[in-house]
């Protein structure tokens, strides 16, 4: 895992990426289990079928620029620490299915066998960020799909992401995005995402 932040020529790409590709939205829930099934895969893949080959070649294209970025040299040789990698991985797979659950660095590291401190450098290193940071991280995108794609209260929407208090979550939820959930919510609306 990797983040940059996003270059003017990334925005640009992203919206051409939209534009040739209609009928690419998030899909209706917010269950990674549902989600993420064959017939999701399927269904996009006879969209591929579809579509005209020169936007065909136009999205290979912009996908292996935006892609490019992310294999910078400040990344590490695919041949070092193989093996954690994919320790690592599987750890962020738990932590997106679980985002509900209670996480911790030690239940984490006790999951792929090691030390708390050794796990959280580790992670850092493939991530860019500290365990419990990345967790937070994805626990509040996870927030903001709800708001932007469902009609679950705040409190429902807190529980679903992990957070024990709505206070707390409300609290986060602004410190990450610079706004309330209920602003949030507003502002898709707003921008006339259907909810």
């Given at each position: 895992m990797c983040k940059l932040k996003a270059a003017p020529l990334?925005?640009?790409?992203?919206?051409?990426?939209l534009e040739i590709n209609p009928g690419r939205g998030i899909n209706r829930s917010d269950d990674p289990k549902i989600y993420e099934?064959?017939?999701?895969?399927?269904?996009?893949?006879?969209?591929?079928?579809?579509?005209?080959?020169?936007?065909y070649l136009e999205t290979q294209g912009i996908i292996l620029q935006l892609m490019g970025r992310l294999l910078g040299p400040e990344l590490p040789r695919e041949d070092v620490l193989y093996h954690t990698s994919n320790r690592i991985a599987e750890s962020i797979n738990y932590i997106l299915l679980n985002l509900h659950n209670r996480l911790s660095v030690n239940t984490l590291a006790s999951r792929i066998n090691h030390h708390p401190d050794y796990f959280s450098r580790l992670f850092k290193s493939f991530?860019?960020?500290?365990?419990?940071?990345y967790?937070?991280?994805?626990?509040?995108?996870?927030?903001?799909?709800?708001?932007?794609?469902?009609?679950?209260?705040?409190?429902?929407?807190?529980?679903?992401?992990?957070?024990?208090?709505?206070?707390?979550?409300?609290?986060?939820?602004?410190?990450?995005?610079?706004?309330?959930?209920?602003?949030?919510?507003?502002?898709?609306?707003?921008?006339?995402?259907?909810?």
């Open positions: 990334d925005i640009a790409l992203i919206s051409r990426l099934k064959n017939i999701f895969y399927r269904e996009y893949q006879e969209l591929n079928n579809r579509q005209h080959q020169a936007a991530t860019g960020e500290r365990p419990a940071s967790i937070l991280g994805k626990r509040i995108e996870r927030a903001q799909y709800l708001l932007a794609s469902g009609q679950l209260s705040c409190s429902e929407i807190a529980a679903q992401t992990g957070f024990d208090h709505i206070s707390y979550f409300s609290r986060s939820f602004k410190k990450y995005t610079g706004m309330s959930p209920g602003t949030y919510k507003k502002q898709i609306y707003r921008l006339g995402f259907p909810l």
